[in-house]
């Protein structure tokens, strides 16, 4: 079945219809939400609370934009919403610094750590260009910015990313 019939039956609060969407999505949503997020069940909630307004919105839809554009700004939107709060709370966790044995982990885990540090929109164009492979107009819609804003903002992510890590490569391969 064609994503288009899939939605028209969500719209019409079909259940197996928006079980088919959680099947579709599920996935690709949480891996985004845990790269933004970096802790399992903040990336959990972020996705139960994404399928909630999805639930509660899918009559919005209007078929102007692709499903997945529309469904990974809730997301966004959601995971901004609990760093926001986290922030207020003054609970943000530390990324991860214990030592990793193997050079392919540690140049993983010097990415990650590296990734992190980036400023919350620079590091969420990053993650949808990069790891979940949208394109720079999706993007722009997903985070309702201008396309000029989205390629600003991955070419300054390479840069930093390429200045924090250019010692950590060396490091990892002497």
């Not at 997020?37 to 307004?53: G, H, I, S, Y």
């Not at 750590?113 to 949808?128: S, Y």
């Amino acid at each position: 079945m064609d994503e288009t019939k899939i939605i028209r039956r969500c719209q019409e609060y079909d259940i197996d219809g928006f079980k088919m969407i959680y099947e579709l999505y599920q996935q690709p949503l949480l891996r985004t939400a845990l790269r933004l997020l970096k802790q399992q069940p903040d990336a959990e909630d972020a996705v139960q609370t994404t399928f909630v307004k999805l639930y509660n919105s899918i009559g919005n839809f209007k078929f102007q934009s692709k499903f997945s554009t529309y469904l990974f700004r809730i997301l966004i939107n959601t995971c901004f919403d609990i760093i926001d709060n986290k922030k207020k709370k003054g609970t943000i966790p530390l990324p991860d610094s214990d030592p990793v044995q193997q050079t392919n982990a540690q140049l993983r885990t010097a990415i990650e750590i590296a990734v992190e540090k980036l400023p919350a929109r620079m590091r969420t164009c990053f993650i949808l260009f990069a790891v979940e492979e949208f394109k720079q107009k999706e993007i722009a819609r997903i985070l309702d910015l201008s396309i000029g804003g989205v390629k600003a903002n991955i070419y300054q992510a390479k840069c930093r990313l390429r200045d924090m890590l250019s010692g950590s490569v060396r490091e990892a391969v002497v």
